[in-house]
């Protein structure tokens, strides 16, 4: 199978189903943005940060390419078996997040990211996980499973600012708080 067909030359793509859409569809830039969520999580792996981390952010990534599977499909009866997101995977996040802040200080301010470059790419993976449940949000009508992507898409905005919170405390290098000028 080539990677080129062609087909989207004229500005359309089609849905698992046969439904072919504008590549300005709601769903397209919703599954888009979780693509490139999906890419930034991969960098954040590639960095010297824990082993567990690494694991747990390639089991992000697969579910993220089950929200994107889940959105990018337009039929009632499909011929292959789809994955679901599920409550559990949501109660995952949250147990990572209590787990990492028993070792945080609890925070009282906004804070600025940076400080290492780890840090940086996990504040900007939470700002682009922010951006893809929006993108979700804008799809208009009910399909299925789009309540549980949402939920998910907010549950891993704050996982990723916890994470962010971690490698600071990890690389030991200091949270900025942010204090207004005015």
């Given at each position: 199978?080539?990677?080129?067909?062609?087909?989207g030359d004229s500005g359309t793509t089609s849905l698992i189903g046969g439904k072919r859409?504008?590549?300005?569809?709601?769903?397209?830039?919703?599954?888009g943005t979780i693509?490139?969520?999906?890419?930034?999580?991969?960098?954040?792996?590639?960095?010297n940060i824990s082993n567990s981390d690494i694991t747990f952010l390639l089991k992000i990534q697969d579910r993220l390419m089950t929200c994107a599977s889940i959105l990018a499909t337009d039929c009632e009866d499909c011929d292959r078996d789809l994955p679901e997101i599920k409550e559990g995977d949501i109660k995952k996040l949250e147990q990572?997040?209590?787990?990492?802040?028993?070792?945080l200080k609890p925070l009282k301010s906004f804070i600025l990211p940076g400080g290492q470059m780890e840090v940086s790419f996990c504040h900007i993976a939470r700002s682009v996980c922010r951006r893809s449940e929006r993108d979700v949000l804008k799809i208009p009508g009910q399909m299925y499973g789009i309540k549980i992507i949402e939920k998910y898409l907010n549950r891993l905005s704050d996982y990723l600012f916890v994470l962010a919170r971690k490698l600071v405390y990890d690389f030991n290098v200091k949270e900025i708080k942010w204090k207004s000028e005015f």
């Open positions: 199978m080539k990677i080129y067909t062609r087909t859409v504008l590549k300005t569809h709601p769903r397209i830039e919703a599954y693509d490139e969520l999906i890419s930034y999580i991969g960098l954040l792996r590639s960095f990572e997040i209590d787990k990492m802040e028993k070792e």
